[in-house]
């Protein structure tokens, strides 16, 4: 069987369509990538990419094709728009480059949306099935990262996503909530609008001890966040509470950042206008393979999202490698993310963007005996292995893709 899987993002960038990608070749499928060139989060070429190439790749036994793409330098509003709509159209263009011969088309749709444009584009042509994998739910989606205020602007945004999800043959939703949504939206049989969670690679699960990090960082709680920093994670508002826990007792509480985005800036910013002083380290994006190091060192790992109700849709993919590294969770979000941490009871939950009940958790397990943060920790580790193993859902997503069982 042939696929072709479509996404603006892909390796050396770090995605877990990376893993996928891997995880279909493993299993037999002769796999063509049609992705951008490397630049995100920051806007800049990765090391040896340029606007010129190189344009033809192979990663794990795919074949990768790329397309040009605008970057998103700075990560102002302006950019980010011009990177968004750049690739599809050179994607589009970029099809008639693709061998064919496929079964089926995958798209690992994060946002913008309008990435799967050029899948739509080759799957109806060519008479194969599309299937969209919706991580980004849009123009929702959008709104967190971008204020977008105009009523032209927002109808022509909430337009142009419902008429993309409906161009889809098939549609993979991370929970039941964001299947319901899309199922209204585009009208498509529950047949067709599959849940399937994300799933994280098995060395999230695996301890890794790194002394020199664990000498540098000891003596201290250590609240670890890994991934993205933008608008939608709230962490100006998780940086408040911090100092909060900290003046309420919580002395050596220590936020350590691990990643990188659009938000940096103003978060060092705010970090300095706080005096936060020692109480939150930006470390820094590292490979998907080095975060195991942060999370053996963590002593709760911190999740947070918006107070959007669109956001709590979905449970965000850092959860399922939060609970495989079996430490305690605290999670400041709405809506699936926040049932999955409450069912699990591996961890301690608030509302989004209150700042005083996160502060009030932190504080909490802060005091909490080790024996109680282990038994949190064990709990987060057990809900990993129920829900989130990636054998049964990658299984799960080529069944779907390739046949829609």
Wanted: proline share 6%; charged share 20%.
């Amino acid at each position: 069987m042939r696929i072709l899987v479509v996404t603006q993002h892909f390796w050396p960038e770090n995605f877990r369509i990376n893993d996928i990608v891997e995880g279909f070749v493993q299993d037999g499928l002769d796999v063509d990538v049609l992705c951008g060139l490397p630049n995100y989060p920051k806007g800049e070429w990765f090391p040896g990419y340029s606007a010129d190439g190189p344009f033809e790749e192979t990663y794990k036994g795919a074949h990768i094709f790329r397309a040009r793409e605008i970057p998103r330098k700075g990560n102002t509003g302006k950019t980010i728009f011009l990177n968004y709509v750049s690739w599809p159209l050179y994607a589009a263009g970029a099809l008639n480059r693709l061998p064919g011969g496929y079964d089926a088309v995958f798209c690992f749709n994060t946002s913008p949306v309008l990435m799967c444009w050029p899948a739509i584009k080759y799957a109806k042509k060519h008479k194969i099935p599309f299937t969209n994998y919706v991580l980004d739910l849009w123009p929702e989606n959008l709104y967190s990262v971008l204020p977008v205020k105009n009523s032209f602007m927002r109808w022509v945004a909430q337009t142009v996503s419902d008429s993309l999800y409906k161009r889809a043959d098939r549609l993979i939703a991370m929970s039941v909530p964001l299947q319901k949504r899309l199922i209204a939206r585009t009208g498509k049989p529950e047949k067709d609008v599959a849940v399937i969670s994300q799933y994280c690679e098995d060395f999230y699960a695996v301890p890794c001890h790194d002394p020199e990090l664990e000498a540098r960082f000891s003596g201290r709680f250590n609240l670890v966040f890994t991934g993205t920093f933008t608008p939608a994670q709230s962490l100006d508002m998780v940086l408040r509470a911090v100092l909060d826990a900290r003046a309420a007792g919580a002395e050596n509480l220590h936020l350590l950042l691990v990643g990188d985005g659009m938000s940096r800036e103003s978060l060092q910013a705010l970090a300095e206008e706080l005096h936060a002083g020692d109480a939150v380290t930006f470390y820094g994006s590292v490979p998907a393979e080095k975060v195991p190091s942060f999370t053996t060192l963590a002593d709760a790992l911190l999740i947070s999202l918006s107070d959007s109700p669109d956001l709590g849709l979905t449970v965000p993919g850092k959860l399922a490698s939060y609970m495989a590294a079996g430490k305690p969770v605290v999670a400041s979000m709405n809506g699936a993310g926040y049932e999955a941490v409450k069912e699990s009871g591996g961890g301690l939950v608030s509302p989004a963007c209150d700042q005083a009940a996160l502060a009030a958790n932190l504080l909490a397990l802060y005091r909490m005996a080790p024996e109680g943060r282990a038994a949190l920790g064990a709990k987060a580790k057990a809900y990993y292995e129920a829900h989130y193993r990636r054998t049964e859902l990658l299984r799960r997503l080529e069944s779907f893709t390739l046949r829609g069982e």
